[in-house]
């Protein structure tokens, strides 16, 4: 429904700085995202003291970016499985 | 296998600057997801031309870790799916 793709505009806080995020997820989800990302900054700044934020936040990426491409190779072959069964 | 599991060392260009990564994944595949990363913060500049680069980077964060929260998502409950099947 279109009623449920309508545009949510949130402020969060990650790593001390406001964003202000639009998309058509909920206000929620966005709240868990960013909470998400500011763990994950914390964690690389607390194994690596020498970095600055935008190193912090680029290897934030990555390491998300890892664990998506990971998990979306699982979900791939998951679905392979799944439709060779079928056949 | 123990062999499997080496550290690696591999050094990647994001957003023009230098990084090493290291870990227990292929220098090939930190090389993808250094190219992913760098490929969505330029995406994002684009979009949105007065953020710097700490700011891209936290929200190139951002955007991955909502893909990667949904993408796994979607494999719960493709297992979830399975389980029951199986019951």
Redesign the interface.
């Known amino acids: 429904m279109a009623e449920d793709k309508k545009k949510t505009r949130t402020t969060v806080e990650?790593?001390g700085?406001p964003?202000t995020?639009s998309?058509t997820?909920t206000s929620t989800?966005?709240r868990?995202?960013?909470e998400?990302?500011d763990e994950?900054?914390r964690e690389i700044q607390m194994h690596n003291r020498f970095l600055d934020?935008?190193?912090i936040?680029?290897?934030?990426?990555?390491n998300?970016?890892?664990?998506?491409?990971k998990?979306?190779e699982?979900?791939k072959k998951?679905?392979q499985h799944?439709r060779n069964e079928e056949e």
Request: aromatic content about 8%; overall charge positive; charged content about 20%.
């Open positions: 990650i790593y700085h964003y995020i998309g997820e989800h966005i868990l995202v960013a998400k990302v994950k900054m934020t935008k190193q936040a680029v290897l934030a990426a990555v998300t970016m890892n664990e998506y491409l998990i979306k699982e979900l998951m679905q799944l």
